[in-house]
């Protein structure tokens, strides 16, 4: 299971953290990128790889979490549907029950976003 944050702000859960799901779940190709978060580790986020040149828009929470997860802002930003889940030795895994509660925290703390 992971958290799918959609581009308009709306925040679901996502079953299927298979390739082919977070494919669908982003609509394109699957670009990894890290969301390394001290309180929270082993979390990943997935984009779609041709969001930008798609003109998707920006993914104002996800570009949050990733800045706060960095500590610092970017010079960089998300754009389109973005989804996290776990991550161990490179394969995606299931929020952990840790995980899913940090994040849901961190988005309720945005929710005006």
Do not use: H
């Not at 925040?11 to 799901?21: F, H, K, M, P, Q």
């Not at 790889?49 to 970017?74: D, F, H, I, M, S």
Request: contains cysteine.
């Amino acid at each position: 299971m992971g958290i799918l944050i959609k581009a308009d702000g709306q925040v679901s859960n996502i079953d299927d953290i298979t390739y082919e799901g977070l494919k669908t779940a982003v609509n394109g190709w699957l670009e990894v990128v890290s969301f390394p978060f001290a309180e929270c580790r082993g979390l990943v986020g997935y984009i779609d790889e041709e969001g930008k040149l798609k003109q998707k828009p920006v993914n104002y929470k996800a570009t949050y979490l990733w800045e706060k997860a960095y500590g610092q802002r970017l010079s960089d930003f998300l754009v389109g549907d973005v989804v996290i889940c776990g991550s161990k030795n490179g394969e995606e895994k299931p929020l952990s029950l840790k995980q899913k509660a940090f994040l849901f925290g961190e988005l309720d703390a945005i929710s005006d976003i």
